[in-house]
């Protein structure tokens, strides 16, 4: 079994899971409801959520990134439409890259950077699962929380959720 196959299997679950709390996404009204002073908009962590796949697919395609050369796109929160259609854009590239990723490419050196100071040099497959993938399902929980308290329903993740119990009736 290849590497991407078992990253492919989370990634689709993972991604699955985000796409089920974006289908309860309320208006764009509450996007700079925040739970505490502290914490990220409502807004910017949809939309951050929305577009974390896109890191993970130049973790998947570039050898390095230097972020000081350009920045990640930047999206307002709309519409609980409009960041489900980024969420489904931002995934399927990286998807189609982990599907045509070697065994020998995950294994290959992978650098972060800003100019000359490197914040992390590793294997692709541990830049991918650090720095991509555990961030993303850190956030779509955070998204969770956010929800709860906003009243909204949660959708079960990895089972039943206290909004949907397991029916044995």
Do not use: C
């Amino acid at each position: 079994m290849r590497i991407a196959d078992v990253l492919l299997a989370d990634y689709d679950a993972e991604i699955r899971s985000a796409q089920r709390l974006f289908e309860r996404l309320p208006s764009a009204e509450k996007a700079d409801w925040k739970p505490h002073e502290k914490s990220m908009l409502f807004g910017k962590l949809v939309m951050h959520i929305a577009t974390l796949p896109g890191f993970g697919a130049k973790v998947l395609s570039e050898p390095v990134l230097d972020m000081a050369q350009g920045k990640l796109p930047s999206f307002a929160f709309e519409s609980p439409a409009q960041a489900s259609a980024v969420l489904a854009e931002t995934a399927a590239k990286t998807r189609t890259l982990l599907e045509n990723i070697s065994d020998e490419e995950l294994e290959k050196t992978w650098q972060l950077k800003f100019h000359d100071r490197v914040f992390f040099t590793g294997s692709r497959i541990l830049a991918y699962r650090t720095m991509f993938f555990n961030h993303f399902v850190h956030h779509r929980a955070q998204l969770g929380v956010y929800l709860r308290l906003l009243e909204v329903p949660i959708p079960g993740m990895y089972g039943p959720s206290a909004d949907e119990p397991i029916n044995l009736g």
